[in-house]
């Protein structure tokens, strides 16, 4: 019997859950759970998403997590793939850790989203010496809110969650939304969450926050980065060989994957002779050329406001 489709949506706002097999804890050690905070860090820059609130417990974990249009599954499947690889690697195994496919739900309200929060921030609360003091969790994004810790990873939005309390002053946001989420500490799990708002059959976009189309013309994009870097216009005829320019050739391929929407094997088809391995790694490459700055920086950041 086929598995029901995930429901979806390009300016959605999701609450996931990724929990391990019976058999393993999805995180061993701190160290873990430091390695999977870096990978996020480094797909929600990858991708141009956003995360809201996270916290990372022994056998699951749960986001709060913005797309900003970037497709969810997508993300979770180069996120998850990725702690996978050092898992197995680290521990010396094979096979699955995560139980299944992760869950992912659609928030569409502002209620919904304050609930949502509050329910990752008090997951901590089964837990002896956290209980009553869920926002000393190191691993959960509560005490970046309440400013007693330092955002480390650079992770965490805080401008969405404190634009739906309407209060500008610092002190005044800490304490309303302690209070709210000290209040919410009764809900149990998810089921809870879901009864409380169940999906309705639209999904109601939510103000304050920054979509960008990933559906730029791949022929479009093309064409804009040949004019700024080739003067001879033979993009097309670049992406054909494999071990000629290297950098224009991840440039295009990152950006075709993060402002097009397209998958691997559909970025396969432009950029010739190549595996979807490959594609992957010329990805990886096309995005580090980004962070490292310059001419390659600044044509993203141009191509990125024709997709908001």
Do not use: W
């Amino acid at each position: 019997m086929p598995r029901k489709a995930r429901i979806k949506s390009s300016e959605a706002i999701y609450h996931i859950m990724c929990r391990s097999s019976s058999e393993v804890q999805l995180f061993n050690d701190d160290e873990d759970k430091e390695y999977y905070l870096g990978l996020l860090k480094r797909y929600k820059e990858k991708y141009k998403c956003a995360i809201y609130a996270y916290c990372l417990m022994d056998n699951h974990c749960h986001l709060h997590f913005d797309g900003r249009g970037f497709d969810v599954s997508k993300f979770m499947h180069s996120l998850n793939t990725a702690y996978v690889r050092y898992y197995n690697k680290k521990y010396n195994r094979h096979g699955h850790l995560f139980q299944g496919r992760f869950e992912s739900r659609i928030i569409d309200s502002e209620q919904y989203n304050l609930a949502v929060s509050a329910y990752i921030h008090n997951n901590p609360k089964d837990i002896g010496k956290y209980s009553g003091k869920e926002h000393f969790y190191p691993y959960s994004s509560y005490g970046i809110y309440l400013g007693i810790r330092e955002d480390r990873h650079g992770l965490i939005d805080q401008n969405f969650i404190r634009s739906l309390f309407g209060v500008k002053n610092n002190s005044a946001f800490v304490k309303r939304y302690a209070e709210f989420v000290r209040c919410q500490r009764d809900i149990s799990n998810m089921n809870e969450i879901i009864k409380m708002y169940p999906d309705g059959k639209q999904y109601e976009y939510i103000s304050g926050k920054q979509i960008i189309l990933r559906n730029l013309q791949p022929s479009k994009v093309l064409t804009c980065i040949s004019n700024r870097l080739i003067s001879s216009g033979k993009s097309i005829e670049l992406l054909k060989f494999k071990y000629r320019e290297q950098s224009y050739r991840a440039f295009c391929a990152y950006v075709m994957r993060v402002l097009c929407g397209m998958s691997y094997k559909e970025i396969c088809n432009t950029i010739y002779n190549i595996t979807i391995s490959a594609c992957a790694r010329l990805c990886d490459q096309g995005f580090e050329l980004v962070c490292a700055g310059g001419e390659y920086a600044q044509i993203f950041r141009e191509l990125e406001i024709m997709a908001v």
